[in-house]
């Protein structure tokens, strides 16, 4: 304990008083932790505005569908869930003049809708529904079918009962997903909705809670034959962008530190080269090669330990400026149907991005001793002395 | 008491099988300075090394206070190493990044002493070498003689029983030179340590209490007149 004391002590006078060596490599270190706890903190924020650009726009995190007209919204409202979104689709067909189409009518809390969904945003003429309203809202595709504008009317026929409903043409909607753009129109709730079954649910979660554990929660609350999914199940396209996007960011922090270890490496065996006689003097003084492997192993240690914590403080930092304004990237991602209401990431710097570059960090240049440490001790004490 | 019996050690080079030293024996009492002469390459570093035990020869063995240094098992030589020999070097002695008081203390603390002793034999050294106030100073702050003081007190350090002077005074001029030697001579008497130079100052020769003459790694008894 005392040796290995000592042998600490030399190594951290080693690094203060090699000032220039020491600055140059904690840099190097310092440079890549920093970069990479913002670039991880940046695909995390890519992934969140993927997730939120999802299922903000319609269908929230878990869809609840054959819910019973029994079951109210507040039945579902267990832990980690924000709100519930109730909807009534109801098949039939869209009739304007000789335009026939069939579709499925959904008829909605416009105000709740408003709130919570992205797709008020996405009318690109009109306006969104007004509640208890006898307002439909297009798709462009369908008013494109159907012949008819903003302020047309048009009829509904319920394809199970055959009674048919007039309506008013509110406003026009486009959002680049097929299944909201094609055979799909939203009216506004009536009272004798509410006795509709089955239901449909939108529910939303309060960030951080989980998909999977809140479905299982729900699951157990409402038993029979309501289905409940997430958007891990919905979706699992996205699921596996994000996937992709996670595996990236590891192989990228792999490589930069791998380049960085080699560089430290490559520093630390020139520093080796340039005190090799004072390593040499040292080992005829009695240190072992096992000294000389702590010794260097030590001064690595401390100065990617500093230079890692101090890349996590400047990463983090980087991060909380621009966390809360973002960076729009709309230019990159305005046709991409996993950026359909706004381009803008917001990095988050999650336990992961702030631990894991350190982590790399740390254990590369450990792996980075080992050159300088085998250049030692391959060498013979007496042909360092007479070398040197 | 050091006892060097037939000390045979070859090296391969690109010239071919170079017998470094060839049946080298000796002797050295404690407390007596030897100086081990000869020219370059005469094998004057080599048998210092074999000595301290940096280096094994090929036949031949050294005993010092009754121990084989070859015969003892790695850690132990290692032992013998930290505790038993001090070297000085021509030059370049010093740990560049550490004070001269943690120059001095290195083989203290290698050996394990406490820290009362380390601070006290520090400072004994120190007033020894006519250096007391240097203690905080790093070696790039000293002068040539300066640096080779250090080297002496920290050789010192730990009591060993046989210190080994590369040509400690190649690098000074002779008036620190001898001031060096002077100094090693002293400390060493005092605490009758056997001390081995190497050198080919004739100053370092006359002061030592005798001379082993190298020759193309054989001792040489011409008498020094008929060199």
Known sequence: MKRMAFWLRVAVLFLVRSGRVTLVLALMIFTAVTALVFLSSLATGVNDAMIRNTVGLYTGHISGANLPAALTPETLQVDGVRRVLRRYPIPGMLRAGSHLVPVTLVAVAPAAEAAMTGLPRKVI????????????????YLAEQLGVTTGSSLFFVDGRTQSEDGFTVSGIYRTEV??????????????????????????????????????????????????????????????????????????VTLLVFSVVAIGVACAFVVVVLKNLREY?????????????????????LFLSILAALGGVLAGGL??????????????????????TLSGIIYPRATVYALAIPPLMAVGFSLLA??????????????DILRMV | MLDVIHITKSYRSGRGHLKALDQVSFTAAPGQAVAVAGRSGSGKTTLLHCIAGLEVPDEGRIVCHGKDIFQLPEKERQQWL?????????????????????????????????????VRRVDELLQRIALPHAGGALPHELSGGELQRVAVARAMAHRPRMVLADEPTASLDTATAAEVVKLLMGVCRQENT??????????????????????????????????
Not at chain 2, 90 to 118: E, H, K, M
Not at chain 2, 195 to 218: F, I, K
Request: glycine share 8%; charged share 20%; net charge negative.
């Open chain 1, 125 to 140: 003429d009109g306006r969104y529904l007004a509640p208890a309203s006898d307002q439909i809202l297009l798709s462009a």
């Open chain 1, 178 to 251: 097929d299944r909201l753009d094609y055979g799909v129109a939203f009216v506004a709730e009536r009272e004798r909705d509410a006795d509709r079954e089955p239901w449909q649910a939108a529910i939303f979660l309060d960030a951080g809670a989980s998909p999977e554990r809140v479905t299982a929660r729900l699951e157990k609350r409402v038993p029979g034959d309501a289905v409940f999914q997430s958007w891990l199940d919905r979706m699992p396209d996205l699921r596996q962008l994000i996937d992709l996007n996670r595996v990236s960011m590891n192989l």
């Open chain 1, 280 to 300: 040499g003097i040292m080992r005829s003084m009695g240190v072992t090669v096992g000294d000389v492997a702590c010794l260097i192993g030590a001064e690595i």
């Open chain 1, 318 to 339: 980087i991060v909380g400026l621009v966390a809360h304004t973002g960076i729009d990237l709309t230019v990159f991602t305005s046709h991409n149907r996993y950026f």
């Open chain 1, 369 to 382: 001793a080992i050159w300088p440490i085998a250049l030692i001790a391959h060498k013979k004490v007496a």
């Open chain 2, 82 to 118: 930290r505790t038993g020999v001090g070297i000085v070097f021509q030059s370049g002695n010093l740990l560049s990044y550490l004070t001269v008081s943690d120059n001095i203390a290195f083989p203290l603390q290698l050996g394990g002493w406490p820290r009362g002793d380390i």
């Open chain 2, 194 to 227: 056997i001390l081995l130079m190497s050198t080919h100052d004739q100053a370092v020769m006359a002061a030592a209490d005798r001379t082993v003459s190298l020759m193309d790694g054989r001792i040489d008894n011409t008498p020094p007149g008929n060199r």
